[in-house]
């Protein structure tokens, strides 16, 4: 069990795959959900919370093989207030070297109100239910939903109650993101101050970003006295999203003079997991997100360029290789190799396997004939690419022609490969990419609408590369495509088909990679 010993240490509970995934939209495959397990034990992230076991064969499969993988982190598995729930952690968790049930139930006068209990009655079922997890567990967590908006005296009772049937980990959330940093501070002291036995426990925050001060919260509750911050990759969440872990990270130990403390966090390796996040979920990174947006360590202006040339700390309060970023993003020429070249992306965290790394390799050398500059973030771009295309996909795109202009509607010639067979197909639309989508639809059946349809470029430059993000919604699931190219048009179409073959396996599974938002967080 990670107990903090250091009075200093804050631990680093990230949900990126639980609360994280629970995001619309951000549904996570169950090899990508290892992966990205994986990534988080490797950079020393105390805990993980790898799920909801309850919610869907997915989670439960996903959480119980991320327990078995983890070499050093203790894996944690979320539960409502209900016997069957707690068992369910239970056996999904149980493989790891160091388990933790975590399990909750909204605490708040609104939140009560769902299930139905009054006080006593609730106060009855968190006994309970850390009880069992307790006789099951030695490492449980427990936590009051929407801690933040609970009546102080009601709070303290019911964290007595848990940390008498044995909870290890106290956490309280601001589940709608409504609290703002001295009060934030003000909680954790109050409780630490009130509640018996609570020094010999540690307290957690968990913080929404709704008002934006998800971060500055999770930092005033740790100076208040909170030893454990839940937060996220890139903030992803819900709304808003959930403290950002790169951001409580960073700030951790840029700001040691006036915060203090430390985590066990490898820096080096936040901006391969924010790239691997972000290519996952679908979500992609603002590129002014403090710490991993693509301009955090951008200094156009002149001022500030002629600056930083003199001495860097004119302008920069942290190094970019820091977190793992490279100063020099000139990659690679046309006539590097294959070595060069996975050298190169084991630099920008990523390490591919013999046939990913081949076909990187070719997409490379395509590349670096048509443009002449190969920079990191085009490298990032195709390896994302090759990730989410394969030759193995049940829709393939082969070629795209596109007529447009001139006054006339758009026309787009589509070769594309369904199942087993390439078939060729002409189709109008309004403008080249509805044409271009015209053809795909035609090819292929489906239902699915369209959410979401974004175009980045990816460098500077005509000839740059786009990357181009599409959500896609059928019945209820949710899936996401990504692709990049130096022609907009067909990367917009490879991204649309990749979001159609995602969809397709997702329906074709029994769904284990089905949303958790379809379970009720309430416990009755
Ligand atoms: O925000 C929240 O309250 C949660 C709980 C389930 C811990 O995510
Ligand atoms: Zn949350």
């Not at 996220?232 to 403390?261: C, Q, S, W, Y």
């Not at 979001?499 to 379970?519: F, V, Y």
């Amino acid at each position: 069990m990670t107990q903090t010993r250091d009075p200093s240490r804050v631990l680093i509970f990230d949900t990126t795959l639980r609360d994280g995934e629970q995001s619309p939209g951000a549904t996570m495959s169950h090899a990508e959900k290892l992966e990205i397990a994986g990534m988080l034990d490797e950079m020393g992230v105390d805990i993980i919370e790898a799920g909801f076991p309850i919610a869907s064969e997915g989670d439960f499969a996903a959480v119980s093989e991320i327990a078995k993988q983890a070499q050093n982190a203790v894996i944690c598995g979320l539960a409502r207030a209900q016997i069957p729930d707690i068992d369910r952690c239970w056996e999904a968790v149980r493989h790891a070297r160091q388990p933790r049930i975590h399990t909750f139930i909204g605490t708040s006068p609104l939140h009560r109100a769902i299930p139905n209990l009054d006080m006593d009655q609730m106060a009855d079922r968190i006994h309970e239910t850390v009880t069992h997890a307790r006789n099951l567990c030695d490492n449980v967590q427990w936590s009051p939903m929407d801690a933040t908006r609970t009546e102080h005296d009601y709070l303290c009772r019911v964290v007595e109650i848990a940390i008498r049937a044995g909870a290890t980990t106290i956490n309280i959330p601001d589940t709608v993101g409504y609290t703002a940093p001295r009060e934030s501070a003000a909680l954790i002291a109050m409780l630490l101050e009130r509640v018996p036995g609570a020094d010999g426990i540690v307290f957690a925050t968990h913080c929404h970003n709704d008002l934006g001060m998800a971060t500055a919260n999770s930092l005033a509750a740790v100076e208040a006295g909170a030893r454990q911050v839940e937060c996220t990759i890139n903030g992803l969440g819900e709304r808003a999203g959930n403290t950002a872990l790169e951001e409580v990270v960073m700030a951790l130990k840029v700001r040691h003079d006036i915060m203090p403390f430390s985590t066990g966090i490898d820096t080096r390796r936040i901006m391969g997991l924010s790239r691997r996040v972000a290519q996952v979920s679908g979500f992609p990174v603002q590129f002014n997100k403090a710490i991993v947006g693509k301009n955090a360590f951008l200094h156009e202006s002149g001022i500030h360029q002629d600056g930083v040339l003199k001495n860097v700390e004119t302008f920069e309060i942290m190094r970019p290789a820091d977190i793992g970023l490279n100063e020099a993003n000139i990659a690679m020429g046309k006539h590097s190799g294959r070595a060069a070249l996975r050298s190169k992306l084991a630099d920008l965290g990523y390490e591919l396997g013999d046939n990913q790394l081949k076909d990187v390799f070719v997409r490379f050398k395509a590349l670096a004939d048509r443009k002449k500059e190969v920079f990191d973030d085009d490298l990032v771009a195709l390896v994302q690419d090759s990730a989410a295309n394969t030759d193995s996909d049940y829709l393939q795109v082969r070629t795209l022609r596109v007529v447009c202009g001139g006054g006339e509607p758009a026309t787009a010639t589509l070769t594309m490969v369904v199942g087993d067979g390439e078939q060729t197909i002409e189709r109008q639309g309004d403008g080249p990419v509805d044409a271009a989508f015209n053809c795909v639809n035609a090819l292929f059946a489906h239902q699915a609408t369209l959410q979401l349809y974004q175009v980045h470029a990816v460098t500077e430059g005509t000839d740059a590369q786009a990357t181009v993000s599409v959500r896609l919604e059928e019945d209820g699931r949710i899936a996401t495509g990504q692709a990049a190219d130096t022609d907009t048009i067909l990367a917009s179409v490879k991204a649309y088909v990749g979001a159609l073959n995602r969809l397709k396996l997702r329906r074709e599974k029994t769904s284990p990679d089905s949303d958790t938002r379809s379970i009720s967080m309430y416990s009755h």
